[in-house]
Nanobody
Framework: VQLQASGGGLVQAGGSLRLSCAAS????????MGWFRQAPGKSREFVAA????????SYAGSSKGRFTISRDNAKNTVYLQMNSLKPEDTAVYYC????????????????????WGQGTLVTVSS
């Protein structure tokens, strides 16, 4: 599946952004979808993930309570609503797709994700 992330930009601390990731070329509704991020000089890290039909979600500790992942299978799109942004949230954000065997499948490991988008830059100023 091909993924195209968008919605990044510059925002002040405390602000909000919504990232979108549009998928094409696959059966989107059968993929677990995840968001990861990579800050300058750091490794790529897990942010959030959502199962096939959105019943199961998982968040990194740093994003829990501030970020919300959701998906619209009719639009082949996954979203990441980010609120109360902090300067430490500054990173390139990547969406990724993982082919799971069941509707309840979800993964927080980047090694389980087969397809990746190009990334969208989020910059949070203090």
């Amino acid at each position: 599946v091909q993924l195209q992330a968008s919605g990044g930009g510059l925002v002040q601390a405390g602000g909000s952004l919504r990232l979108s990731c549009a998928a094409s070329g696959g059966t989107f509704s059968t993929y677990c979808m995840g968001w990861f991020r990579q800050a300058p000089g750091k490794s790529r890290e897990f942010v959030a993930a959502i199962s096939w039909i959105g019943r199961i979600t998982s968040y990194a500790g740093s994003s829990k309570g501030r970020f919300t992942i959701s998906r619209d299978n009719a639009k082949n799109t996954v979203y990441l609503q980010m609120n109360s942004l902090k300067p430490e949230d500054t990173a390139v954000y990547y969406c990724a797709a993982s082919r799971g065997r069941t509707s309840g499948y979800i993964s927080t490991s980047l090694y389980d994700y087969n397809d990746w988008g190009q990334g969208t830059l989020v910059t949070v100023s203090s």
